[in-house]
Nanobody, 123 residues
Framework: QVQLVESGGGSVQTGGSLRLSCTAS???????LGWFRQVPGKEREGVAA????????YTAASVKGRFTISHDNAKNTVHLQMNSLRPEDTGMYYC?????????????????WGQGTQVTVSS
């Protein structure tokens, strides 16, 4: 059973940075670990994902160049470094895990989810 616990959310001003962490257990290197975000009334959207075995990363166009996903093998933790934050980045951020390849940005790809951490960016 994969378990995911997010941390690192908070409130920042436009242009600021935050680093989200997701501590994971019960997974192997044949997993994709991803970050999603959601605001009330909207669908959950994929932000970034990483395939543990190869380190291949996938990033949404809306955050490319600003957000970076990485995996710390020693700490079983996936990070999302978020720079140049904008008000539209506000939302609940979720960590997710999947063994399925392809369609990394689709919610249905992932079987395991964390509880989420709130990110608020003010103008």
């Amino acid at each position: 059973q994969v378990q995911l616990v997010e941390s690192g959310g908070g409130s920042v001003q436009t242009g600021g940075s935050l680093r989200l962490s997701c501590t994971a257990s019960g997974y192997t290197d044949n997993y994709y670990l991803g970050w999603f975000r959601q605001v009330p009334g909207k669908e959950r959207e994929g932000v970034a994902a990483i395939y543990i075995r190869t380190g291949d990363v996938y990033t949404a166009a809306s955050v490319k160049g600003r957000f970076t996903i990485s995996h710390d093998n020693a700490k079983n933790t996936v990070h999302l470094q978020m720079n140049s934050l904008r008000p539209e980045d506000t939302g609940m951020y979720y960590c997710a895990a999947s063994t399925r390849s392809g369609a990394w940005a689709f919610v249905s790809t992932y079987a395991y989810w964390g509880q989420g951490t709130q990110v608020t960016v003010s103008s």
